[in-house]
């Protein structure tokens, strides 16, 4: 074999066996950020994989991939990876996250406890009683549901979907007048099915 054919071996192995020129996991990860910013999200997993590969104590990396994984509708996947995340870092909103993904499977009593578990990071956010209150009001706990629904419109009385809801539990448990006042707001906000349940349970 010639020098130079040798030479450009040498070189090529040091290329790709060196940690010098590898790319760092950092990288890695950003580079699945930029494609699921793309909406490249089995690219973004194979970038997220190599990723871990390299450093598999990174929380972010799992937490990105798990992001990739429910975007194209693998759920368990996202939450193998979002429970992955919470096991090497504690965080209230990864919580939240993996609570999203268990409404998919409809798994609400795992829903709940994700969010019972993620209250401190959005307690002042009206979408996270609105979802808490319409999983109890789906497990039954009708107190808990008007209770959780009644704190996303202080917050947000523009959640027109929650007047809806609330009324139609209200009306389920013989609180007539409270409900049909509900189905009226939200009729008031436009939502689609106020009008039908008012003609059927408001006159």
Known sequence: MKLNQKLKLICCFLLFTNPFFAQTAKELNSNGIEKSK????EGAI???????????TNASIYFNRAISKGKLKDYEGAISDYTTSISLKED??????????KVELKDYEGVLEDLNKSFEAK???PNFYFLRGTCKNLLKDYKGAIEDLSTSLEINPELTKAYFIRGMIRISQ????????DL??????NYPKADEMILKFCN
């Open 38 to 41: 793309n909406n490249d999200y």
């Open 46 to 56: 194979l970038e997220y994989n190599k990723a871990i590969e390299v450093d598999q």
């Open 92 to 101: 209230p909103n990864t919580y939240y996250a993996r609570a999203l993904m």
């Open 123 to 125: 307690k002042t956010n």
């Open 174 to 181: 013989n609180n007539k007048e409270e409900g049909c006042a």
């Open 184 to 189: 009226h707001k939200a009729k008031e906000q």
